[in-house]
């Protein structure tokens, strides 16, 4: 069983920046793909970044290509996402996903095996 939190959320306004944290407990986060999804109000859970096991390779949604990265960190199993030059549109709540197969990146939320609660993100215009 994996454990998932995610940190760093909060109120930030346009054009400004933040960094999520997603931190596994009970197990290594590097036998799992990992990526970032996100969910506004009455919105579907869409696809944000993702990254493969080693961190050498990432993919990205349209709507945060150019602006967001995602990174990982095996030895502090951890995973980041930096978001910058925020929109409004950023509005959601984000929530980290593990992949425990060696495919990874996957925009279908149902192809992710554990999910962190999410943490609040807020942009204001």
């Known amino acids: 069983q994996v454990q998932l939190v995610e940190s760093g959320g909060g109120l930030v306004q346009t054009g400004g920046s933040l960094r999520l944290s997603c931190t596994a407990s009970?197990?290594?986060?590097?036998?799992?793909?990992m990526s970032w999804f996100r969910q506004a109000p009455g919105k579907e859970r869409e696809f944000a970044a993702g990254?493969?096991?080693?961190?050498?390779?990432?993919t990205y949604g349209n709507s945060v290509k150019g602006r967001f990265t995602i990174s990982r960190d095996n030895n502090k199993n951890t995973v980041y996402l930096q978001m910058t030059s925020m929109k409004p549109e950023d509005t959601a709540v984000y929530y980290c996903a593990a992949r425990n197969q060696p495919s990874w990146g996957y925009q279908d939320p149902h192809e992710y095996d554990y999910w962190g609660q999410g943490t609040q993100v807020t942009v204001s215009s």
């Open positions: 009970a197990r290594s986060l590097s036998s799992f793909g």
């Open positions: 990254i493969n096991r080693s961190g050498s390779t990432t």
